[in-house]
């Protein structure tokens, strides 16, 4: 392989931002977050490390679900800006070396998209077929429903014409009926559109329910198999612009999840979220046992060379536990969400995490070490990098979509509108402004902000944790989890402590002759026996990155 292969597969080793523009940075003032206001935080973001940027629906929309509720695929929403705001930002984060990609939506739109209106009018108007619809009385779907605390069914009744349409999530978004050739021209068209606009790629909504056959006629399935359809999206994309990505959301099961990679080297997605282990990431924390996170790496499938998995430890919505049993997610929701108000549609929390580690700063940087030692590319969601908390008196998952916390002033310095014209209240209490917040941490070498800006550099600095073979190193701690990435000559090993007691962990390398193990987070080397032996203190929540060096080696940092 040559080096430029690791630049043109720039998904492999990233550092991805996700953030909602209306709660970032608000320019003009009016209390709503904007796109002239993220493009003047992009130098923030660029100095933290961040290679990606992730932007949350930023079209136009009645907002009954944040956004994710679209009335046209080729707008921007007025509050936020225009398209030439979009193109200067573009501009602005790539000059910084920032790539950008943004939410597609194609499972559903707003109920109000003129698509919807007009299919609604009589089931003879041209655009009825864009969306999918049953003329029997539907069974009951109640287990299928994304959100059971609004819905129970996935079918609803339209009145004018006597028809149910298919709505997987609420029932004012209507799924489009992807069978139709007219609403895949639609589709890609709208992935066209942005790239050319210069965005690198699309965080794909809702993946397996856009390719979902629920509704269709037997003739309309016959068209295409689903997974034919991601094929021919993906190339569309590479056609279009050769290093996009289409990054994809598929809370499945892993080896359900493997087939959305596609075949012959990976032709569907190039990227999915790794749901299952950040799931068992979280029951690991609450048990401080090692061994459910590093069962789910271990029954990870292989992956195409070219694919890549998204980790990350929460993202805007619930933090999901719905792929753990009954009984364990009883256990997390005891550890970190005991209260009522702190979970969500039953198999969720509302939280963010150094509230739910009581803001012990050993463990929050644990949990994040972790997150950039693991096989993957670590996805951030904004704030997490100062240690935000949540707002438990906000409705559902609003909670942590809270304006970001800029300075100690007022509202946080999000924006300089008074209280009652913010687009979501900041967050009060302990994990306020007043006592978190970017100002103070980007001027303090000890701050979360500082240790998180080093992990990325170190993260950036060591290509084997994106590029490399993962395996476990055996040790006799279960609290510890000990594991090591290899790619071509260099190799990380990293040990994570996830109880509150120091351990003294003994390992067996297999290394040269003569290795050494150099300290990549602080200072320390230390000599590996002639046997491979070697034993490595951590601190109780402690954390280590380890670079193999041996003679003769041609020298990594
Ligand atoms: C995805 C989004 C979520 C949204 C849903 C419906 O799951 O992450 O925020 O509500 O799709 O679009």
Not at 148 to 171: A, C, N, Q, R, V
Request: proline fraction near 7%.
């Amino acid at each position: 392989m040559r080096m430029t292969e690791t630049s043109d597969l720039w998904w492999k080793n990233a550092v991805i931002y996700c953030l909602d523009i209306e709660t970032f940075f608000d320019a003009d003032g009016d209390g709503i977050g904007d796109i002239a206001g993220l493009a003047e935080r992009i130098d923030y973001l660029a100095e933290l490390g961040v290679t990606c940027l992730w932007l949350m629906p930023f079209y136009p929309t009645p907002d009954r679900d944040d956004g994710y509720d679209v009335t046209d695929y080729y707008g921007v929403d007025a509050r936020l800006g225009t398209h030439g705001d979009v193109v200067e930002l573009i501009r602005t984060a790539k000059d910084r070396g920032i790539r950008v990609i943004a939410d597609l939506l194609i499972n559903h739109t707003s109920d109000q998209h003129p698509w919807f209106q007009q299919a609604r009018q009589s089931k003879e108007n041209p655009y009825r077929d864009y969306y999918v619809w049953r003329a029997d009385p539907p069974p009951d779907t109640a287990d299928q429903v994304v959100f059971p605390d609004k819905e129970d069914s996935i079918w609803e009744l339209d009145e004018k014409t006597g028809e149910w349409y298919l709505h997987h999530f609420y029932k004012h978004q209507p799924d489009l009926n992807i069978a139709n050739p007219r609403v895949r021209d639609e589709i890609w068209k709208t992935i066209g559109f942005w790239l050319e606009l210069g965005l690198d790629g699309f965080r794909v909504d809702a993946v397996p329910y856009f390719l979902s056959d629920v509704g269709l006629t037997a003739e309309q399935r016959d068209v295409d198999d689903p997974h034919t359809y991601l094929r021919k999206m993906r190339a569309f994309l590479g056609r279009r612009h050769g290093d996009a990505i289409l990054l994809g959301e598929v809370n499945l099961p892993h080896e359900e999840q493997r087939t959305y990679f596609g075949a012959n080297g990976g032709d569907e997605l190039h990227m999915m979220f790794d749901f299952i282990a950040m799931q068992n990431l979280y029951l690991s924390l609450a048990r401080e046992d090692a061994r459910p996170l590093t069962r789910a790496l271990l029954e990870r499938p292989a992956i195409p060379a070219d694919c890549q998995w998204a980790t990350f430890v929460r993202n805007h919505d619930e933090l999901t536990l719905d792929k753990l049993s009954e009984d364990e997610r009883a256990e997390v929701f005891a550890a970190f969400g005991p209260e009522k108000e702190m979970q969500v549609f039953g198999r969720g929390l509302k939280r963010r995490v150094p509230p739910m580690l009581e803001g012990d700063p050993r463990r929050v940087r644990m949990v994040y070490s972790l997150l950039f030692s693991l096989p993957g590319t670590p996805t951030l969601y904004y704030g997490e990098e100062i240690g935000m908390g949540e707002d438990l008196r906000a409705e559902g998952r609003m909670a942590v979509r809270t304006p970001m916390q800029w300075s100690a002033g007022a509202a946080g310095g999000f924006s300089t509108a008074v209280p009652g014209d913010l687009v979501s209240p900041v967050v009060e209490g302990g994990y306020g402004p007043a006592h978190v917040n970017a100002a103070s941490q980007v001027r303090d070498p000890d701050s979360l902000w500082s240790f998180m800006r080093g992990l990325i550099q170190t993260y950036r600095s060591c290509p084997e944790l994106g590029w490399g073979d993962f395996e476990v190193l055996d040790q006799p701690h279960r609290q510890v989890l000990a594991h090591r990435s290899t790619w071509r000559t260099a190799s990380v090993v990293a040990l994570h402590n996830l109880g509150p007691e120091p351990v003294t962990v003994p390992l067996t390398l297999d290394v040269p002759p003569d290795s050494a193990l150099i300290d990549l987070l602080q200072d320390g080397t230390c000599q590996v026996g002639p046997d491979g032996a070697v034993e490595l203190q951590l601190e109780g929540y402690g954390y280590r990155w380890l670079r193999v060096r041996h003679d003769g080696e041609r020298r990594l940092p």
